[in-house]
């Protein structure tokens, strides 16, 4: 038989309000207010983007879309408009280059 070197102990006993941290205690995101109306906004972008993102905006205290939102407006403010950047670079090592007939038979 084995012997337990401390006492079991029951469910109710495995969380006290000691442990607890009051909701009021911890930080919470800004977040904006509810009557603002959002839209749906997606994107594909590389892990690294995605971690830089949410790295800035977690040390902002805010959340990622709070944080596009406002990078968004701050271009917006500083050049007008949204800058234009240049379009991604065609990845020539690992594409298949088709025949100039395969072509205009799949069109």
Same mark, same amino acid.
């Given at each position: 038989? @084995?012997?337990?070197?401390? #006492?079991?102990?029951?469910?109710?006993?495995?969380?006290?309000?000691?442990?607890?941290?009051?909701?009021?205690?911890?930080?919470?995101?800004?977040?904006? #207010?509810?009557?603002?109306p959002?839209?749906?906004?997606?994107?594909? $972008?590389? #892990?690294?983007?995605?971690?830089?993102?949410?790295?800035?905006?977690?040390?902002?205290? $805010?959340?990622?879309?709070?944080?596009?939102?406002?990078? @968004?407006?701050?271009?917006?403010d500083?050049?007008?408009?949204?800058?234009?950047?240049?379009?991604?670079?065609?990845?020539?090592?690992?594409?298949?280059d088709?025949?100039?007939?395969?072509?205009?038979?799949?069109?």
């Open positions: 038989m @084995i012997e337990r070197d401390t #006492p079991p102990r029951s469910p109710r006993d495995m969380h006290t309000a000691a442990m607890m941290t009051p909701m009021t205690v911890t930080e919470r995101r800004a977040r904006r #207010p509810d009557d603002v959002t839209v749906l906004l997606q994107g594909r $972008v590389s #892990p690294a983007t995605r971690d830089h993102v949410k790295a800035a905006a977690a040390a902002s205290g $805010v959340t990622v879309a709070y944080y596009l939102e406002a990078l @968004i407006a701050k271009l917006v500083e050049y007008g408009s949204m800058p234009l950047v240049d379009r991604p670079k065609r990845d020539r090592v690992n594409q298949l088709l025949p100039e007939e395969a072509a205009t038979r799949a069109a």
